[in-house]
């Protein structure tokens, strides 16, 4: 019999894990800036991230959604993880959290 896993527990993995990535240009992790708009977990283990970057010519367009997919992979459980980058809404200093906006002196 399979162990069943708990989701909330997995849920705060993988925010825990989110919250280790950083944007190269703001001192700030992607989470708290407001960058990640969806965290999604099948049944399957399977993680799908709904994302942005700060501006569409973000100079780790490339990289930084492979950074997240690799790391949230590597928590216990999960089979798979997906990135999708979408600019709709636009990220905007709104989206980011009051300890981040505190952290860049913007409170």
Same mark, same amino acid.
């Given at each position: 019999?399979?162990?069943?896993?708990?989701?909330?527990?997995?849920?705060?993995?993988? #925010? !825990?894990? =989110?919250? *280790?990535?950083?944007? &190269?240009?703001? /001192? @700030?992790?992607?989470?708290?800036?407001?960058?990640?708009?969806?965290?999604?977990?099948?049944?399957?283990?399977? #993680? !799908?991230? =709904?994302? *942005?970057?700060?501006? &569409?010519?973000? /100079? @780790?367009?490339?990289?930084?959604?492979?950074?997240?997919?690799?790391?949230?992979?590597?928590?216990?459980?999960?089979?798979?993880?997906?990135?999708?980058?979408?600019?709709?809404?636009?990220?905007?200093?709104?989206?980011?959290?009051?300890?981040?906006?505190?952290?860049?002196?913007?409170?």
């Amino acid at each position: 019999m399979e162990q069943e896993i708990n989701t909330a527990e997995l849920g705060e993995s993988i #925010v !825990k894990k =989110l919250k *280790t990535i950083y944007d &190269p240009e703001i /001192p @700030v992790d992607i989470y708290e800036l407001g960058l990640i708009y969806d965290v999604m977990v099948n049944t399957d283990y399977e #993680v !799908k991230i =709904l994302m *942005t970057l700060t501006s &569409p010519n973000c /100079p @780790v367009a490339e990289s930084l959604p492979r950074e997240v997919e690799e790391k949230v992979k590597s928590i216990e459980h999960i089979k798979d993880a997906e990135v999708e980058i979408t600019f709709d809404p636009p990220w905007s200093k709104d989206l980011m959290s009051e300890e981040a906006k505190l952290e860049l002196g913007m409170l």
